[in-house]
């Protein structure tokens, strides 16, 4: 149990297939979480919408027109625009240490907003910011749901260091306000009226003791009043500029019927306003998909690309086979044929493997149970909160000898294979796989073609850290920074 939630900790491929497989009806819907009430719209996105006939409409939406391959493809010249501008920037910067962290996530979010709002979206980075807040907030909020039992957190791997140091910042400045009205409070009672209305921690304390509250238990009260604040915010920023883009949107699809023919690719958003009608739509639910985009869009694929390369920086011989393999495809073929990546197997065969060290969503997106059932013999009760720990299962060194094993195999996302879930599965599966693997696959193709890296002087393979962070997306703790030498063909 964690608080008044059970939780249940998947990490074994025969449990996940009990839940993704054998039972995924009763597994496909998603818990609630306060944070993203606020903050998506109360779950009007797909990602967090409950399972029924909201999600299944919407679903269809997304996997028919936003990210069919044919939509996907139809952004090839934002990509191809977007990469080269990546590949001048690092060109001028040749011989010196660039931060590819920066640069990568920078250029995945450019190509992410221009799909989605194209160039309509005159603040996207702005956009960026907020999501970017936003997420960590409610990331943040997740531990002041569970604050009072924490503890189970410190089992999943790289939490407990960040957990402890949220936790002191949290309770310290808890502890001192609780002390302040304390203060206040006993000078009251000895008759040094003061004038102050009363406020939440005071009808806390007064009850305290008559309710056998703890400090803790008023510490997670105030947690939860202080950031739904923050929280709404939020919401109101990113609601005012998603309004702004789609009444934009509105009046230039307005004048391009009244025959002022305006230059403008289909994007994302222009594809839903088109199914608002036919689909009852709200504009509310249409901006709590495009958050959805944002938030699955472009960390993913970003932090996948980073990952990819400091685990072959650390390998020289698979460096070398990927150039090898690229350099002689492209040299041959050219950049710009549509079907390029088709041909890079041994580049798709290790982006494979880095998913399998680092999937983006270590833990995938909870489940919650829909009705009470029996998994191998535990009970599993009705609501419980299920957690996928894709990364534990995707490390099991039980399941995974070969070390080439991607390149012997002809291996596929959607295979159900419960020992390899970076993108889940199921139901709720990442309808985004296409969109995330192509913005993966091309920039690593276009870094590794142009360029030769080094680490920076000094370091050595064997020293380079690969810390990982914890978040909603696992990064690396420490951005990557790599030296660039042009490749002259
Ligand atoms: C490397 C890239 C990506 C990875 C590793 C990834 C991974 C995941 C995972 C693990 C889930 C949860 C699946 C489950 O519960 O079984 C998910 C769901 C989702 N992803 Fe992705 N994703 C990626 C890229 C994208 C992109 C590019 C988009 C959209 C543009 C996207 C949109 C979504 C949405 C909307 C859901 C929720 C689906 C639902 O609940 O029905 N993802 N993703």
């Known amino acids: 149990m964690l608080g008044e939630v059970s939780t249940i900790v998947v990490s074994s491929p025969d449990y996940a297939k009990e839940v993704l ?5 009763i597994f496909a819907s998603r818990p609630p979480i306060l944070a993203t009430n606020i903050l998506g719209y109360d ?49 001028s910067k040749e011989g010196s240490l660039i931060n590819l962290s920066k640069e990568v996530t920078s250029t995945l979010s450019t190509i992410v907003s221009r799909t989605a709002f194209s160039r309509k979206c005159k603040n996207h980075q702005e956009f960026i910011s907020v999501i970017k807040e936003a997420t960590e907030v409610a990331g943040g909020f997740d531990l002041g749901d569970l604050y009072p039992s924490a503890k189970w ?33 006993s000078r009251t009672v000895e008759g040094q009226h003061e004038e102050a209305e009363e ?11 008559a309710n056998n509250l703890t400090d803790d238990q008023i510490k997670a009260v105030i947690l939860i009043c202080t950031l739904r604040p923050k929280l709404e915010k939020l919401h109101q920023q990113t609601d005012q500029i998603l309004q702004n883009i789609i009444n934009e ?75 090898v393999e690229v350099r002689e495809v492209f040299d041959k073929e050219g950049k710009s044929n549509k ?40 009970n599993i009760p009705f609501k419980s909160k299920i957690i996928i720990h894709a990364l534990t299962i995707g490390r099991n060194p039980k399941y995974w000898t070969d070390p080439e094993r ?10 159900t294979n419960f020992e390899y879930i970076p993108f889940g599965a199921g139901r709720r599966m990442c309808p985004g796989i296409t969109f995330g693997l192509i913005d993966v696959e091309l920039p ?29 997306v696992v990064t690396r703790k420490d951005d990557l920074y790599l030296i660039p030498t042009i490749y002259h063909p």
């Open 43 to 91: 779950s009007q996105g797909l990602a967090l919408a409950p399972y029924g006939d909201y999600w299944r409409q919407l679903r269809k939406i997304c996997a028919m027109e936003l990210l069919s391959s044919k939509r996907v493809q139809s952004f090839q010249p934002i990509r191809g625009e977007e990469l080269a501008k990546l590949i001048k920037l690092i060109d």
């Open 249 to 323: 949107h509105r009046e230039v699809k307005s004048r391009t019927i009244e025959g002022q023919h305006e230059e403008a690719e289909e994007d994302l958003l222009d594809v839903l306003l088109k199914f608002k009608n036919t689909n009852n739509l709200t504009d509310d639910q249409i901006k709590a998909v495009i958050l959805d985009i944002f938030g699955g869009g472009f960390e993913t694929s970003a932090t996948t690309v980073v990952w990819t390369m400091a685990e072959i920086i650390r390998n020289p011989r698979v460096m070398w086979k990927t150039q």
């Open 153 to 185: 957190l410190q089992h999943i791997s790289g939490m407990k260091p960040k957990l402890e140091k949220l936790h002191h910042q949290a309770d310290q400045i808890m502890q001192n306000i609780i002390n302040e009205h304390r203060e206040v409070m």
């Open 21 to 25: 497989k054998t039972h995924d009806l």
């Open 199 to 209: 406020d939440l921690i005071d009808v806390l304390l007064k009850f305290k003791d």
């Open 406 to 415: 991607f390149t012997t195999s002809s291996f596929d996302y959607k295979e």
């Open 339 to 378: 079907s390029i990546l088709e041909k890079l197997e041994y580049l798709k065969s290790v982006v494979k493997e880095t998913l399998r060290l680092h999937p983006p969503g270590t833990l995938l997106v909870p489940r919650e149970c829909k009705q009470a059932c029996e998994i191998k013999g535990y």
């Open 444 to 472: 690593l193709a276009l870094l590794l073609y142009h360029f030769d890296w080094k680490l920076p002087i000094g370091m050595k393979n064997e020293e380079f850290d690969m810390t990982e962070t914890f978040g909603s």
